[in-house]
């Protein structure tokens, strides 16, 4: 590697500036010293607002936490911060071979035979999800079997009307930015699991889509980036990690060169896979961060002068199979009298507009909202959307996935360090792998790592002083 000057000296790197990389520093900054790297010219990562021309800001990445995500409302209450509950009340909308149909809760209503279709596959899936322990999803009795095969080839076998299984693929699309086809069996499960049950990632009140924050989430970042303040650095892109003969890890970035006795690498998969280790990362991490692929979200906001669908007793809750935006939400801001309308393209939509221009995307989008919500949607005051596969540093979300044959092929050993090198992110997760919750608790494990093993070499270097002094 280049040698320069600029060459500092910290106990610690901690490789990107999204929650999991910020809350990691926090817990160390305290003890050791401490620098944050990070690529672009702010926090966050998957956490971003979007400011409005009016003034309001929306989320355009993560945004939502809910019960069971107690280190995300600690933290939300250790910087300051507060929630407050989505809009959830009205009647929520199927939109069904060109027809609009009203109903409360997660289940829409449908034909009976469907609707009982769909009620024993969810069922029987989450008899499944319950029986693995998220921390060793690989140990469950029919780990082999279930990761052999996608949840698409489960659904086929399982769910005997194609209507509830485009209604289950809503659903999954919805959770993992990602169409069943992609994905391992066990890893669906697993995902659940994590989060404890599908029905709660899927639902609002009570679920996983329960509670907003104000300012952002990214605000939560800003705060915590202020706390850090000169050990972070933005426009840092990390590009290699080296091991030196002295036993110091060096780390090379746009700028210069940092000395450490401990990485913590807190970004997604596939940016690890575009950083150069020498020596190389084992083969077995290699491999396994090739099959940890992203899935693929827009999210797309349109803002209006009021929630207008309110009035017409609407959630702004939409399901529809044909889309192309399949989910749609009421965004509006507490407290703020615009009114936001939210929706996602995910999986394979998502990966057809991201090729299209964003005119066709807005026009396709609005098309929808119209559709869904009557001819007043179709011209908002405003409208923005972000394509998380199109941004440099992230390359796809919410999160990565799990082709099949991972998780019992190497998966067993995600979380391990790599000698002096530890990892976090929401990928690295037990519980609520995939969501802000799940990177908190990443960064917790991840410090506790360094922790440990700074303190270890503390004590064996006192003992070879104390030895050295004759003691
Ligand atoms: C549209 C969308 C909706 C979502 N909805 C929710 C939700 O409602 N609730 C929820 O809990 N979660 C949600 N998520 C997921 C959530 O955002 C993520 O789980 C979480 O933000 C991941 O945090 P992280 O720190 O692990 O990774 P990231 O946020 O990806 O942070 C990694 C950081 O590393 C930086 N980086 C990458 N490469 C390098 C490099 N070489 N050198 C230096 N820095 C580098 C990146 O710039 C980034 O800042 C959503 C995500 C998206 C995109």
């Given at each position: 590697?280049?040698?320069?000057?600029?060459?500092?000296?910290?106990?610690?790197?901690?490789?990107?500036?999204?929650?999991?990389?910020?809350?990691?520093?926090?817990?160390?900054?305290?003890?050791y010293?401490?620098?944050?790297?990070?690529a672009?010219?702010?926090?966050?990562?998957?956490?971003?607002?979007?400011?409005?021309?009016?003034?309001?800001?929306?989320?355009?990445?993560?945004q939502?936490?809910?019960?069971?995500?107690?280190?995300?409302?600690?933290?939300i209450?250790?910087?300051?911060?507060?929630?407050?509950?989505?809009?959830?009340?009205?009647?929520?909308?199927?939109?069904?071979?060109?027809?609009?149909?009203?109903?409360?809760?997660?289940?829409?209503?449908?034909?009976?035979?469907?609707?009982?279709?769909?009620?024993?596959?969810?069922?029987r899936?989450?008899?499944?999800?319950?029986?693995?322990?998220?921390?060793?999803?690989?140990?469950?009795?029919?780990?082999?079997?279930?990761?052999?095969?996608?949840?698409?080839?489960?659904?086929?076998?399982?769910?005997?009307?194609?209507?509830?299984?485009?209604?289950?693929?809503?659903?999954?699309?919805?959770?993992?930015?990602?169409?069943?086809?992609?994905i391992?069996?066990?890893?669906?499960?697993?995902?659940?699991?994590?989060?404890?049950?599908?029905?709660?990632?899927l639902?609002?009140?009570?679920?996983?889509?329960?509670?907003?924050?104000?300012?952002?989430?990214?605000?939560?970042?800003?705060i915590?980036?202020?706390?850090l303040g000169?050990?972070?650095r933005?426009?840092?892109?990390?590009?290699?990690?080296?091991?030196?003969?002295?036993?110091?890890?060096?780390?090379?970035?746009?700028?210069?060169?940092?000395?450490?006795?401990?990485?913590?690498?807190?970004?997604p998969?596939?940016?690890?896979?575009?950083?150069?280790f020498?020596?190389?990362?084992?083969?077995?991490r290699?491999?396994?961060?090739?099959?940890?692929?992203?899935?693929?979200?827009?999210?797309?906001?349109?803002?209006?002068?009021?929630?207008?669908?309110?009035?017409d007793?609407?959630?702004?809750?939409?399901?529809?199979?044909?889309?192309?935006?399949?989910v749609?939400?009421?965004?509006?801001?507490q407290?703020?009298?615009?009114?936001?309308?939210m929706?996602?393209?995910?999986?394979?939509?998502?990966?057809?507009?991201?090729?299209?221009?964003?005119?066709?995307?807005?026009?396709?989008?609005?098309?929808?909202?119209?559709?869904?919500?009557?001819?007043?949607?179709?011209?908002?005051?405003?409208?923005?959307d972000?394509?998380?596969?199109?941004?440099?540093?992230?390359?796809?979300?919410?999160?990565?996935?799990?082709?099949?044959?991972?998780?019992?092929?190497?998966?067993?050993?995600?979380?391990?360090?790599?000698?002096?090198?530890?990892?976090?992110g929401?990928?690295?997760?037990?519980?609520?792998?995939?969501?802000?919750?799940?990177?908190?608790e990443?960064?917790?494990?991840?410090?506790?790592?360094?922790?440990?093993?700074?303190?270890?070499?503390?004590?064996?270097?006192?003992?070879?002083?104390?030895?050295?002094?004759?003691?």
């Open positions: 590697m280049h040698n320069t000057s600029a060459v500092e000296r910290v106990q610690v790197v901690v490789v990107g500036a999204g929650i999991a990389g910020l809350n990691a520093a926090r817990l160390l900054a305290g003890k010293s401490v620098n944050v790297l990070e672009r010219d702010r926090v966050g990562g998957r956490l971003q607002n979007h400011y409005f021309a009016n003034g309001d800001s929306v989320d355009v990445g993560g939502w936490v809910g019960p069971g995500q107690k280190r995300m409302y600690r933290l209450e250790a910087l300051g911060a507060t929630t407050w509950p989505l809009y959830d009340t009205g009647d929520n909308q199927l939109h069904l071979a060109g027809k609009l149909r009203r109903y409360r809760g997660t289940i829409p209503r449908v034909n009976p035979v469907a609707l009982a279709d769909l009620g024993l596959v969810m069922a899936f989450e008899a499944m999800a319950k029986s693995l322990d998220p921390s060793a999803p690989w140990q469950c009795k029919n780990a082999a079997r279930w990761d052999a095969m996608t949840l698409d080839s489960w659904l086929q076998k399982h769910c005997y009307t194609s209507l509830a299984r485009e209604l289950f693929a809503i659903g999954i699309g919805a959770v993992f930015a990602a169409e069943p086809r992609e391992s069996l066990l890893h669906a499960l697993f995902y659940a699991r994590s989060g404890n049950s599908l029905e709660t990632l639902a609002v009140t009570g679920g996983a889509q329960q509670d907003r924050v104000h300012g952002g989430t990214a605000g939560l970042c800003d915590m980036a202020r706390q000169e050990r972070l933005l426009n840092t892109p990390v590009d290699g990690i080296e091991q030196l003969a002295d036993g110091s890890l060096q780390v090379r970035h746009a700028s210069g060169l940092v000395q450490c006795d401990r990485v913590i690498m807190a970004v998969p596939n940016q690890a896979l575009r950083i150069r020498e020596p190389a990362l084992p083969a077995w290699d491999m396994l961060l090739q099959r940890m692929p992203a899935g693929s979200c827009i999210k797309c906001i349109a803002r209006y002068d009021k929630p207008f669908w309110r009035e007793g609407l959630s702004g809750q939409v399901a529809s199979p044909a889309g192309p935006v399949r749609t939400f009421d965004n509006s801001e407290g703020k009298s615009s009114g936001l309308l929706g996602f393209l995910e999986g394979d939509v998502a990966r057809h507009y991201s090729r299209v221009g964003p005119e066709q995307r807005r026009e396709a989008v609005l098309d929808c909202f119209a559709r869904y919500f009557g001819e007043a949607a179709r011209n908002p005051q405003e409208y923005v972000k394509d998380w596969s199109s941004e440099a540093w992230t390359r796809g979300c919410y999160a990565a996935l799990m082709a099949p044959g991972t998780w019992t092929g190497g998966g067993q050993r995600l979380r391990e360090a790599n000698g002096q090198i530890h990892w976090a929401t990928e690295f997760a037990v519980e609520w792998f995939g969501y802000m919750e799940g990177a908190l990443s960064a917790e494990r991840a410090a506790a790592e360094v922790d440990g093993a700074l303190q270890q070499a503390a004590r064996a270097h006192s003992r070879e002083s104390a030895v050295a002094c004759g003691g």
